[in-house]
């Protein structure tokens, strides 16, 4: 599977440069850690959050350094946690004085090394640290089991959340309020139906027949729920929305928001007959879409297939919701 790079022990390394090179005004590279971005931004009295995980996620996590968001990410290897050195060098940096939100998905390494590195900060630099972790994946534990879930594009809404909390300038007991009420009205049900390559191999992250898809497969390349044969797009729909739905029923009359994430090679022409036939399925139970969101928004390189996020919103999450961004790869008036 053919890719434009240099050498594959390096791409993570001159992206991240290329990044940098590209958005000067936005984010800067931290001197201490090459793996440690901040956004360029005059210093305030307020909350500090930091996201991070694996690349080959693009726009997340590096995309949404900037206003509304996050104050500063920690880059990983691709689909591999950050180590806590580049963690702690965030936090260091963007800590006024009010402590710092970190945001990651509930993966094994993140949880290790983004822990790790709360310590540190704790116990070296005195920066008080919490943490929201993000579980909004349905498929890949039970609702009874739901802290076992993992985190996938919903951590857009968390992110999201934390973000505009900070800026309203909450407290960090306040911010992780917003962001843990975020995450637990977001559910996420994906969708795949070809694999990526990592650069170093160039072979298939998993294997799916020509006519195949799998529901619930990872952003990873995770096994799913269920193989099958490719359906049609409402088919696939009416799957995931049925699902999210069940493990998350939402009166009529309620708000939410909506967003339909391509996993990197799948065209915005099929997200949009995708988001039609959410739009259908949520209008015809008197559910109202109070905003969405359509695009490439948490990939897995070029891997083939999406995922639908919805958050169940009252007024408090419609406010974030509706807070104004401005970062390198997502902007919001």
Do not use: W
């Not at 799957?239 to 909506?258: C, F, T, Y």
């Not at 958050?311 to 408090?316: C, K, P, R, T």
């Amino acid at each position: 599977m053919k890719k434009l790079m240099n050498d594959p022990a390096n791409v993570v390394d001159e992206m991240i440069e290329g990044y940098v090179k590209a958005f000067p005004n936005y984010v800067q590279q931290l001197a201490e850690n090459k793996r440690a971005l901040v956004a360029v931004r005059e210093e305030s009295q307020k909350v500090g959050v930091l996201i991070g995980g694996g690349s080959g996620h693009e726009p997340a996590f590096m995309g949404y350094v900037g206003y509304g968001m996050a104050d500063g990410v920690a880059v990983g290897n691709i689909f591999a946690s950050p180590s806590p050195d580049p963690i702690v060098e965030v936090t260091k940096k963007i800590d006024n004085g009010q402590g710092v939100v970190y945001i990651y998905g509930n993966y094994a390494g993140d949880l290790m090394n983004f822990g790790m590195a709360a310590e540190l900060a704790d116990l070296e630099e005195d920066i008080t640290v919490e943490c929201v972790i993000v579980t909004d994946d349905v498929a890949s534990a039970p609702k009874e089991e739901q802290h076992k879930r993992r985190g996938i594009a919903g951590e857009f809404f968390v992110t999201k959340a934390a973000g505009a909390a900070s800026e309203k300038g909450y407290s960090i007991e306040e911010v992780v309020r917003v962001a843990n009420k975020m995450n637990d009205v977001t559910r996420t049900m994906g969708v795949g139906l070809s694999p990526c390559s990592l650069p170093q191999t160039g072979q298939p992250s998993f294997e799916l027949e020509a006519d195949e898809m799998e529901i619930g497969l990872g952003h990873h390349g995770e096994p799913g729920i269920e193989k099958g044969k490719l359906q049609t797009a409402d088919e696939v729909v009416d799957r995931l929305v049925d699902a999210i739905l069940e493990d998350m029923p939402i009166e009529s009359g309620n708000k939410v928001a909506v967003l339909v994430n391509g996993l990197g090679s799948t065209t915005n022409m099929e997200l949009y007959i995708l988001f039609r036939r959410v739009e259908q399925i949520l209008t015809a139970k008197n559910i109202h879409i109070h905003r969405s969101f359509v695009g490439n928004y948490s990939t897995s390189l070029e891997m083939g297939g999406a995922s639908i996020s919805i958050a169940q919103l009252d007024d408090e999450l419609m406010e974030v919701i509706d807070f104004a961004a401005d970062c390198p790869m997502y902007v919001q008036r």
